[in-house]
């Protein structure tokens, strides 16, 4: 019994010290006056690293998920003669749960886990060391630009993730198994209202990325300087990560809807 | 044994202790690195020789003890005034840690960029000045994974140099190198320090190399000095150990069987 608390006492010790060596890295990051001059060229080049980088991949599995989800609406709905509700089932679906949740899912796979490795690969050559040596701080100058952009970066990748997803269920609803396009665009111009819809998924999308972001710099800020190190932390990111968004998608689901 | 005094050091380690993963790496260990000169510290693998360094630069913190540089602790620093003492140090890291996502052109002008407004042009012409001062200048548009390990670490010493630091800190520079490179970095570090008059601290356990070109050596072994003096001193010295490390014997006071081992034949 004693044991038990004893490995129950190290492992929450060693927890609370992450998070406390995790917040103080994450203010030493983000609270600075930016030098914009210096600052900016190398954010635009992380939101084209985290964000333009994995368009691609968010444009294909949100048309996929849109088509899905047209075609099993449109089987359920058509034993209730409803099949003219499939525009609302569709947009209600994909803006306030899939658009965010699955975006940021895929964000933590492809953006969170190079972002991991790439700064834990800095760390294992000593390029980070390097850079502390030359009077430049490593969490300003390749933490911070990385952390902006993907903040910027997962907002707007949730609302194309959302408008392809959309097309996606009138492709399937409308164009293959025949709705009327009409009642398919005007079911769900009356049922998703900006404020009550898309804004809670900008907020969602935020705060998934504020969260996946962070967890991908830490872990790889924080492993240890080894083949092996890096792969863990890779792992633990995308882990971390899609537990986390899972988790917090309902947390904000109960305050937001 | 000559001594290095206080007012001609530009560091001095006093009584340091430092423990790193519940090993005790330095036992009240004191040194002083002379200004101006060409410092070597030698010792067995696992000494703690590249810590040492570490500590330095403040990038590790001791126990106990306090490191000065030009009379400043350094550990006593905040972090923005760490950041302030460390443009007047610099480091070669044994890897030479250039920046993988630039050219050899663009690593050597970093430090330039982000610690001065000099316009483009000059910072051209001084980054080809360090390049050409370490003959690397041919390769400045080549990138790290381009060159082979001799002329990454030239490359970073170019780099290092380019700010103009009171210290230089080399960390086992001739680790892997062949001998007509290693012939040249012991050529760089010894003009580097003759023609700019900057400190250089060199960490290695290569003796024949620094001692060509070393003004002062010190040993360390189990987490302390256990000599030092001039070259001459070093290799004139009484002390077995000093003179296995020095002679490279594979057996000696450093046993070449670690203790600790059961007993062969029971373990067999």
């Given amino acids: 019994m004693t044991e038990l608390l004893g490995v129950l006492g190290r492992y929450a010790l060693k927890k609370i010290s992450s998070l406390g060596r995790s917040t103080i890295i994450f203010l030493h990051s983000i609270i600075a006056i930016p030098n914009l001059k210096k600052s900016f060229p190398l954010l635009v080049n992380q939101i084209y690293f985290v964000g333009v980088q994995s368009?691609?991949?968010?444009?294909?599995?949100?048309?996929?998920?849109?088509?899905?989800?047209?075609?099993?609406?449109?089987?359920?709905?058509?034993?209730?003669?409803?099949?003219?509700?499939?525009?609302?089932?569709?947009?209600?679906?994909?803006?306030?749960?899939?658009?965010?949740?699955?975006?940021?899912?895929?964000?933590?796979?492809r953006a969170g886990s190079a972002l991991t490795a790439e700064i834990g690969q800095l760390k294992a050559s000593e390029q980070l060391s390097a850079m502390e040596m030359m009077a430049v701080d490593p969490l300003r100058r390749i933490i911070a630009p990385r952390f902006w952009a993907g903040l910027i970066s997962m907002p707007i990748l949730s609302?194309?993730?959302?408008?392809?997803?959309?097309?996606?269920?009138?492709?399937?609803?409308?164009?293959?198994?025949?709705?009327?396009?009409?009642?398919?665009?005007?079911?769900?111009?009356?049922?998703?209202?900006?404020?009550?819809?898309?804004?809670?998924?900008?907020?969602?999308?935020?705060v998934f990325g504020f969260v996946c972001t962070w967890i991908a710099l830490f872990n790889g800020y924080d492993c240890r300087p080894t083949s092996e190190g890096i792969s863990r932390a890779t792992t633990a990111t995308v882990v971390q990560s899609s537990l986390a968004v899972l988790g917090l998608d309902f947390i904000l689901t109960a305050l937001m809807f | 044994m000559s001594e290095i005094l206080d007012e001609d050091s530009l560091i001095k380690v006093n009584n340091v202790s430092f423990s790193y993963a519940s090993k005790q790496i330095y036992k009240n260990l004191s040194l002083n690195i002379p200004k101006g000169k060409i410092t070597a510290i030698l010792g067995p693998s696992g000494t703690g020789k590249t810590t040492i360094l570490r500590l330095i630069g403040a990038q590790l913190t001791p126990d106990e003890g306090t490191i000065e540089f030009d009379g400043i602790n350094v550990h006593s620093l905040r972090r923005q005034e760490l950041y302030e003492l460390r443009k007047r140090m610099s480091m070669l890291f044994q890897s030479g840690a250039l920046?993988?996502?630039?050219?050899?052109?663009?690593?050597?002008?970093?430090?330039?960029?982000?610690?001065?407004?000099?316009?483009?042009?000059?910072?051209?012409?001084?980054?080809?000045?360090?390049?050409?001062?370490?003959?690397?200048?041919?390769?400045?548009?080549?990138?790290?994974?381009?060159?082979?390990?001799?002329?990454?670490r030239r490359?970073?010493?170019?780099?290092?140099?380019?700010?103009?630091?009171?210290?230089?800190?080399?960390?086992?520079?001739?680790?892997?190198?062949?001998?007509?490179?290693?012939?040249?970095?012991?050529?760089?570090?010894?003009?580097?320090?003759?023609?700019?008059?900057?400190?250089?601290?060199?960490?290695?356990?290569?003796?024949?190399?620094?001692?060509?070109?070393?003004?002062?050596?010190?040993?360390?072994?189990?987490?302390?000095?256990?000599?030092?003096?001039?070259?001459?001193?070093?290799?004139?010295?009484?002390?077995?150990?000093?003179?296995?490390?020095?002679?490279?014997?594979?057996d000696g006071p450093y046993a070449f069987k670690l203790k600790g081992s059961q007993n062969y034949i029971e373990e067999l």
Wanted: hydrophobic content about 50%; proline content about 4%.
């Fill in chain 1, 55 to 109: 368009i691609i991949i968010i444009l294909v599995s949100g048309l996929f998920i849109g088509m899905v989800l047209g075609l099993q609406g449109f089987n359920i709905l058509k034993d209730f003669m409803a099949t003219g509700s499939l525009g609302t089932l569709v947009a209600l679906s994909i803006i306030r749960e899939l658009g965010p949740v699955v975006t940021a899912l895929l964000y933590a796979g």
């Fill in chain 1, 159 to 206: 609302l194309l993730f959302c408008l392809i997803g959309i097309y996606g269920g009138k492709l399937v609803g409308v164009d293959w198994l025949g709705i009327d396009d009409g009642i398919f665009w005007s079911g769900m111009q009356a049922s998703v209202d900006v404020m009550e819809d898309l804004g809670p998924m900008v907020i969602k999308a935020a």
């Fill in chain 2, 99 to 152: 920046f993988s996502d630039m050219n050899v052109f663009d690593n050597v002008a970093f430090p330039v960029r982000e610690h001065t407004k000099l316009p483009e042009e000059l910072i051209h012409d001084v980054v080809l000045m360090n390049l050409e001062a370490v003959g690397m200048r041919a390769a400045a548009y080549l990138y790290p994974s381009e060159l082979s390990g001799g002329m990454a």
């Fill in chain 2, 155 to 250: 490359a970073a010493l170019a780099r290092s140099i380019a700010l103009d630091p009171d210290l230089i800190m080399y960390d086992e520079p001739f680790v892997g190198q062949d001998p007509i490179t290693k012939g040249v970095l012991v050529k760089l570090i010894a003009d580097i320090n003759k023609s700019l008059g900057k400190t250089s601290v060199v960490v290695t356990h290569d003796v024949k190399e620094i001692l060509e070109v070393a003004h002062y050596v010190y040993i360390l072994s189990e987490g302390t000095v256990l000599g030092s003096g001039t070259p001459q001193e070093i290799v004139n010295s009484n002390d077995p150990r000093v003179i296995q490390f020095i002679q490279g014997d594979f």
